[in-house]
Structures are given as C-alpha cells and as structure tokens.
T-cell receptor
C-alpha cells in the first residue's frame, strides 16, 4: 500500500516571501500521479498542481512549482511571492496510474500561515 | 460548471440515529468519490462510482455505511446507527473519465457531529 507523509504540520511565511512544503511517499509502482491540493478554512479543496511520474520536467502553475525527485520519492511544493490568500491547509496526494479507479491517498497536511 | 454541491453542510445527530448525505457532482462527470476527513488528517477514500456502478469500497466503509448513485447523477451516503466515531467531514468529489489523467473536483463537504 502506498503512504504519503507530510512532516511539517505548520509553516509560516511572510507576504512576498517563498515557502517550501515537503512531501514524501512510499510506493512500488513506477507509474503514478502526484498532486497538491489547497483547503482554505471552511472552503472546499481545490487542485493547486499535478505531476505525472513519467515526466521528468517539474510542473509549474504561476507562483506554484514542484520539485519532483522520483528516485527519492519526494514531491515538494514551492509557493513564491506568498499572498494572504495562500493561507490554507495544503495536502499532498498520490494516485496510482492503474488498477485503483483513481482514488487519491492524502498526507496529513501542512498548515500554511501567511503574515503581513 | 457549477461545481460539486453537498447537502446538508452540517448535520448534528444523536448516537444511534440514521443520517443521509447528498452529493451532486458536476454535470457530465461520470466518476464520483466519497472521502472522509477527520480533524487534523487528510481525506481518506471511502467509495467510488463510475456512472451508477459502485466499483470500489474501502474497508473503512463498515456495514453501517451504504452509498448509492441510482441514475449515475447524484449520490447519497447513508450511515445507520451512527456512532461518535463517525463524526467527521464527508467529502464528495467528481471527475470526468478521460483516460487516467482526470482531475477530481471536491465539494464543500458535510460536517457530521454525533452526540
């Protein structure tokens, strides 16, 4: 079974600064997908960024980028130029590429606090 | 897309009562997922529908839990004889089958409190 570990319960960052959230996972599969989801307080979870394991190039979405290290089974998220609206719980999630109907396995989450 | 909607948003019940939650996925999304999220944890998979067929159930889904998606559109999740351990946020997500790369869109969740 796959497991996803987020070792940072909380990270604090000042506006306009950069913060990096860590995520490691354990799998024996070679093909899979990785995601970062954002869950603002009392609001629904939204997809921030996704990465296909077969792609070597790291995904980027505006101020959000990932550092995907397949051999190390590491998938960190970098938030650049942090904004107050980035404050939320961030979840790393793993999805098998086959045989599991697309269910997501989530880590425990990292709370991002943005200070003015 | 109007987004995934869930009702009710909050439900308080007494132990032993039955509760039912509803999820309306994004129209034309044929995949629907239920997850459960307890305080301080990430969501855990409960069950999955492709159209009206329930194709996978987690071992977390005890016999007291049942889910349906009768016409391949909305879905209901029923918990019978609720227990305090059932208190959690129940999340629904939907996606459109498009190879293996479909994105799951989440609803706002139903927060269940069992007294």
């Amino acid at each position: 079974a796959q497991t996803v570990t987020q070792s940072q319960p909380e990270m604090s960052v000042q506006e306009a600064e950069t913060v990096t959230l860590s995520c490691t996972y354990d799998t024996s599969e070679s093909d899979y997908y990785l995601f970062w989801y954002k869950q603002p307080p009392s609001r629904q979870m939204i997809l921030v960024i996704r990465q296909e394991a077969y792609k070597q190039q790291n995904a980027t979405e505006n101020r959000f980028s990932v550092n995907f290290q397949k051999a190390a089974k590491s998938f960190s998220l970098k938030i650049s130029d942090s904004q107050l609206g980035d404050a939320a719980m961030y979840f790393c999630a793993y999805r098998s590429a086959g045989g599991s109907w697309g269910k997501l396995q989530f880590g425990a989450g990292t709370q991002v606090v943005v200070t003015p | 897309d109007t987004g995934v909607s869930q009702n009710p948003r909050h439900k308080i019940t007494k132990r032993g009562q039955n509760v039912t939650f509803r999820c309306d996925p994004i129209s034309e999304h044929n995949r629907l997922y239920w997850y459960r999220q307890t305080l301080g944890q990430g969501p855990e998979f409960l069950t999955y529908f492709q159209n009206e067929a329930q194709l996978e159930k987690s071992r977390l889904l005890s016999d007291r839990f049942s889910a349906e998606r009768p016409k391949g559109s909305f879905s209901t999740l029923e918990i019978q004889r609720t227990e305090q351990g059932d208190s959690a946020m129940y999340l629904c997500a939907s996606s459109r089958l498009a190879g293996v790369a479909d994105t799951q869109y989440f609803g706002p969740g139903t927060r269940l409190t069992v007294l």
